[in-house]
């Protein structure tokens, strides 16, 4: 009798350990796919959305917030930066943008230097956001990376770069 008590407890306690596991997998799986919608949002293609104006931020917010709720991870820790960080320059405050990027970054990741380039242009730090848009632009920029380059370019009176630029963006994405 005592031998079968033993292994009716050791199969339960397999049960249990099991289902913990496919629980936490599922809540993982879940988690994953919240913040693969928020990073669509958040990158959309250039036809949906040519400005950091046009990007779902808030949605997108509302989405790793809700994946937190299932697990944390780095990507959901970074997509809810930029959501934010998209989300105060969308309302005109670069400064809090700026801070929500400084707040969890010595130095931004390589993919957050467009919105960082956007930031800096939207607060008037042209040396700054030309620092940072070239950076991007030595990677594989997309058109949006080339519609900030004008934008910074215009800014600083260079009117033949800013078409030069905008001309490669369409080039790039007719």
Same mark, same amino acid.
């Given at each position: ?7 009716? !407890?050791?199969?339960? @306690? ?16 879940? &988690? ?5 919608? !928020? ?9 949906? !959305? ?6 779902? =931020?808030?949605? *997108?917010? %509302?989405?790793?917030?809700? !994946? ?28 809090? $943008?700026?801070?929500?990027? $400084?707040? @969890? ?16 242009? $939207? ?5 700054? $956001? ?9 990677? *594989? ?5 080339? @519609?900030? &380059?004008?934008?910074?370019?215009? &800014?600083?009176? %260079? ?11 369409? =080039?790039?994405?007719?």
């Amino acid at each position: 009798m005592g031998r079968r008590a033993l292994w009716v !407890a050791v199969a339960g @306690a397999g049960i249990l350990v099991a289902g913990s596991l496919l629980h936490r997998a599922r809540r993982a799986e879940r &988690a994953g796919e919240l913040s693969q919608q !928020a990073a669509r949002l958040l990158h959309p293609p250039f036809d949906e !959305a040519p400005a950091f104006s046009d990007i779902r =931020a808030t949605e *997108a917010r %509302q989405l790793v917030e809700e !994946a937190e709720e299932f697990s944390v991870s780095r990507d959901t820790r970074r997509l809810k930066v930029e959501a934010r960080a998209v989300e105060l320059l969308q309302r005109g405050d670069a400064p809090r $943008a700026r801070r929500e990027l $400084a707040g @969890a970054y010595t130095q931004a990741p390589s993919e957050l230097g467009l919105l960082q380039a956007a930031i800096e242009l $939207a607060d008037g730090k042209l040396a700054a $956001a030309e620092s940072a848009i070239d950076k991007v632009l030595e990677g *594989a920029p997309d058109p949006r990376a080339f @519609a900030v &380059a004008s934008d910074v370019a215009r &800014a600083t009176g %260079q009117a033949d770069r800013a078409l030069m630029l905008a001309e490669k963006g369409l =080039a790039v994405h007719p």
